[in-house]
């Protein structure tokens, strides 16, 4: 039952890997929370867990961001403040595979949410961008200003949806919009009881690792060992998921201020190579991480990581937790539930 004197907030792709993570930040500040989500990459479980972790219930409607009367229905029977919208799909390397499904997912679907929310008078709204809009610019550390590109269909997508939104918010400077570009989101709730659960193989290191560390992957293959960078591996910032969704609530309470359109990377602006990733969950863990030199991954860039300076100064947020306490927090949840979900319901 929701609580009449709360806020409540709308997370679209609330039973995914950071969806989940924010339903858990947001009922423990004391909103209402509505999830919908298709669970096309994702389970019910973690809807059931986050109430679990939190002692409080939140409202699951099985539905796809693409159903505009699905959307429709959900603000009318909600009293809607504001959106977090994280349903989309995600991987770069199925995006070339199926770029339409992509396509569909991640720009009609948030078009089709952003007329839903407009007609509900609704005018608030989060999304998750990344620093794939970075392109393959080689200025590493980027700022916001860094020029964007895309080099896939995934990253187009996000582009897309980025460049509508800020056309949108021209057209009716009411809206309140936050594009939040986040740099590499890893680590699992402390509780151990959610965390990131690939469908497949894992296409990304912190889970693929994991995966070998408890035995479901032989090996990890390092994609490139001959990067201009100190170990000749990738460097990347990888970031807490707990505290990337404490960026969301503080962009949330930016946009309260007055109407804008803001645009802030969510990184530690700490780059750690593939080996750095390696040794600290070695050291967490206790596990040693056996791992092959393979071909570097086309696409990869030898290096990205944020200048966080406008969300640290404009939101007041910086990251909390260091590369240890991630690889801590991804092993927890791998060790508790070595087949994710599928074991944990
Ligand atoms: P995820 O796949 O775990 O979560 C996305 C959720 O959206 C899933 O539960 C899925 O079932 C749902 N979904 C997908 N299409 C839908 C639709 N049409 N209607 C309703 N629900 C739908 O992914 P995640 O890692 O939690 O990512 C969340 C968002 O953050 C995505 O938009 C992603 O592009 C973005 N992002 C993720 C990363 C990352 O590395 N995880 C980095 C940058 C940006
Ligand atoms: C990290 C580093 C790899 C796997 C991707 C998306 C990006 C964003 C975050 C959504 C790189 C190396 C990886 C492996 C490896 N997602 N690696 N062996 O590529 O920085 O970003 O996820 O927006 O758009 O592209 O993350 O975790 O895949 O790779 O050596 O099995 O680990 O080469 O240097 P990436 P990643």
Known sequence: MNDTNKPTILVTGGA??????MCVELLQSEFNVV????L????????????????KPLTFVEGDICDQNKLDEIFRSHPIEGVLHFAGLKAVGESNEKPLAYYKNNIYGTMNLVE???????KTLVFSSSATVYGTSENAPFNETEPTSATNPYGRTK??????????????????????????????????EIGEDPNQIPNNLMPYISQVAVGKLPHLNIFGDDYPTPDGTG???????VDLVRGHLK????????????IHNLGTGQGYSVLDVVHAFEKVSGVKIPYKIAERRPGDVAQSFADPAKANEELDWSAEYDL??????????????PDGFAKAS
Request: charged share 20%.
């Open 35 to 38: 999830v919908v989500d298709n």
């Open 16 to 21: 995914g890997y950071i969806g989940s993570h």
């Open 251 to 262: 962009a949330m309470e930016h946009l309260a201020d007055e109407p804008k359109l803001a």
């Open 40 to 55: 096309c990459n994702s389970s019910s479980a973690s809807v059931e867990a986050v109430q679990r972790i939190t002692q």
């Open 159 to 192: 582009l897309m949806v980025e460049q509508f939104l800020q056309d949108l918010h021209a057209s009716d400077p009411e809206w309140r919009i936050s594009l939040l570009r986040y740099f590499n989101p890893v680590g699992a709730h402390p509780s151990g």
């Open 235 to 241: 460097v990347r910032d990888y970031v807490h998921v």
């Open 116 to 122: 839903s929310m407009a007609r509900a008078g609704c």
């Open 324 to 337: 240890e306490r991630m690889c801590e927090d991804a092993w927890r949840w791998q060790h508790n539930f």
